[in-house]
């Protein structure tokens, strides 16, 4: 069983920078895509970037664009979303997900972590 942990999510200001992480194990070739989500209160679960452990290929959704990176260390089983600029409506629960290929639906990921909380005052 994949398993998916979260971490590095805190209180800041906005314009302020903040890296999460996402530490996996028991990774398959099933668990190629490592996606992060978040939700806030309310609103549906959006997708945010997703990269492949085995190309390196990265995707964003348009609103984080310039301001936010994923990157992986595969010898680490480590996934890291680096958050810079960041702005009040960046506030959510955010997850790491697994997936066997490239999307932005939560439901074409089968694993998920337990979400770790970014809050980005005004």
């Known amino acids: 069983q994949v398993q998916l942990v979260e971490s590095g999510g805190g209180l800041v200001q906005a314009g302020d920078s903040l890296r999460l992480s996402c530490a996996a194990s028991r990774l398959t070739l099933t668990s190629n895509i490592i996606g992060w989500f978040r939700q806030a209160p309310g609103k549906e679960r959006e997708f945010v970037a997703s990269i492949s452990r085995i190309t390196g290929t990265t995707s964003y959704v348009d609103s984080v664009k310039g301001r936010f990176t994923i990157s992986t260390d595969n010898a680490k089983n480590t996934v890291w979303l680096q958050m810079n600029s960041l702005k009040p409506e960046d506030t959510a629960l955010y997850f790491c997900?697994?997936?066997?290929?490239?999307?932005?639906?939560?439901?074409?990921?089968?694993?998920w972590g337990q979400g770790t909380q970014v809050t980005v005052s005004s």
């Open positions: 997900a697994a997936a066997l290929r490239s999307g932005r639906r939560p439901s074409e990921y089968n694993y």
